[in-house]
Every structure is written in structure tokens, then in C-alpha cells.
């Protein structure tokens, strides 16, 4: 049996609907589960239970600081290997993402399952496309952005959901191997052309200033953020490979329409 941690989330739950679709035997795990899910709490490790598991996809739980995501990753591990899961899939962050603040709990969690004795497979995820146009804001003017005309090769979150479906699946052929998963680059000024509104690019330390004087940021966010929108702007996070599409045996979605769906979505009515 495949269980799929995160179960409640945007990508496990893309992810387990995608194995379901396929017909493939699948079990979601999540701290606060629905009906037929497994209840899995990483900061209680009395909580996990992977009796039964066959292939563990673990969906990085790296909503925390650091050391709490490491700690959580270090558990479910630990519980993997005494329980006597067959196969870990990991879903981490792409090679290029070295750069930012949230990296090294992705390179230490890649660490401890390499360590960890059990077959494995890593599949370092690119940024969501959702992700990019949901940090682009709406001025009375247009578009606004730390990001400049910088490119990131982002990937619609289905496409991701979709590839760890496929490997957790079938993860022998998988085994031992580390996917870097990006998609097509675009820009935020292209977001900008295709919603028909300019592009206005914010100085990083106006950027950093908004972030730090917004209540509704966890403490770890703003430096996470502010890394993101240098690395996107100084172009670390543009370089693109096939390796998605061939493992999907298909065309990729399209991460400029995603993009731009959801900057669209937030855009302010204008009364006239």
C-alpha cells in the first residue's frame, strides 16, 4: 500500500488523487485526517504508524522553522525504517534552490533518508507556478513585484502531483535516484502582457520592509521570502530540464497560464 503524508494539503492531496484516478492501492495520512485517512502528527511520534506501508511518499512537512521540520522528517523516518516500509519517495526542492532560506531542511531531510537504509527516491521539486503568481500584487497601475524581469522555471502544482503519482506507483526503477523537476521559465512582466496590465518591479528593500510589517507572516516567512524574490531576480532559478515532461511521457501544463489564473483571480474590481 502507498501512503501519501500531507494528505490534506494542495500537493498530497493532488498527489492522492492522482494515484486513486490510476487505480492504484493509496492511503492519505494527515494530523487532522478525514474519513478513511490515517491519522499522522509529526511532533507525536506516538501518531505514526506505518504498519502495512509499502512505499511512504513523504510530502515535505516544511511548513516551520528549520529544526521543527527536521525534527518532523527525523521521526517519520525513524518510523519508517521500524516499521518496515519498503520505499521512501521524498518530495524536496530543486537543485537550484540551494540558494534559498528554506533549503537546507530539504538537503538535511535528503541526508537523513540517504542514511536511513531504506530504498529511496528524491524528487526535487521546481517552485509552483501558483506560487509565482500569487506573489505578484495589484497596484492601481498593474502588477507589482521584487522579482524584476529574473525568470523562474515554475511547474503547475498538478504536473508535480502528478510525477510523484507515477513514481510512488512504481518507485523500483526510481530507486536510488534524484529528479530535478522544473518546468518552463517566465517572468512577471510576461504574467503582466498576458493580463493585458504593466509591470512595476519593487526594490528589494521595499519588498523586505512590507514583509516584516505584515502581521499575518509566521517569523521564519519573511527571510524565506525575501530570498525567493533575489534569487527569481538575479536569475538562479531559471534554468529548465526535460526530465519532467519525460517522466510524464507528456507536454507539461502551461506555468505562464497558471500564473497568470491566479494573479487574475485576486485582481481588484474596479468600481466605475
Do not use: C
Amino acid at each position: 500500500m502507498i501512503l501519501v503524508t500531507g494528505a490534506n494539503g494542495n500537493l498530497g492531496a493532488a498527489t492522492l488523487a492522482a494515484l486513486r484516478l490510476a487505480g492504484v492501492p493509496s492511503l492519505g495520512g494527515s494530523r487532522t485526517p478525514r474519513e478513511g485517512m490515517r491519522h499522522l502528527d509529526f511532533d507525536d511520534p506516538a501518531t505514526l504508524d506505518l504498519r502495512g506501508v509499502t512505499t511512504l511518499l513523504l510530502i515535505s512537512a516544511g511548513y516551520a522553522e528549520d529544526d521543527v521540520v527536521i525534527a518532523r522528517h527525523t521521526a517519520v523516518l525513524d518510523a519508517a525504517v521500524r516499521d518496515g516500509v519498503g520505499h521512501v519517495v521524498y518530495t524536496s526542492l530543486t537543485t537550484a534552490g540551494d540558494h534559498l532560506a528554506f533549503a537546507a531542511a530539504h538537503r538535511a531531510t535528503e541526508l537523513l533518508i540517504r542514511d536511513s537504509g531504506l530504498p529511496w527516491t528524491i524528487l526535487r521539486n521546481g517552485l509552483y507556478a501558483e506560487l509565482f503568481g500569487g506573489l505578484l500584487t495589484w497596484s492601481p497601475s498593474g502588477l507589482e513585484s521584487p522579482f524584476g524581469d529574473g525568470a523562474l522555471a515554475a511547474v503547475a502544482r498538478a504536473d508535480l502531483a502528478d510525477a510523484a503519482a507515477k513514481v510512488a506507483a512504481d518507485p523500483t526503477p526510481h530507486t536510488g535516484l534524484i529528479h530535478d523537476l522544473t518546468g518552463t521559465p517566465l517572468t512577471a512582466p510576461a504574467v503582466a502582457t498576458t493580463l493585458g496590465v504593466p509591470h512595476h518591479t519593487l526594490p528589494l528593500a521595499t519588498y523586505r520592509t512590507r514583509l516584516l510589517t505584515t502581521p499575518a507572516l509566521l517569523p521564519f516567512q519573511p527571510p524565506m521570502l525575501s530570498s525567493l524574490a533575489t534569487t527569481i531576480r538575479h536569475g538562479f532559478l531559471a534554468g529548465t530540464s526535460p526530465a519532467l515532461a519525460k517522466l510524464l511521457g507528456r507536454p507539461l501544463r502551461d506555468p505562464l497560464a497558471v500564473a497568470a489564473g491566479v494573479a487574475s483571480a485576486v485582481r481588484p474590481v474596479v468600481n466605475v
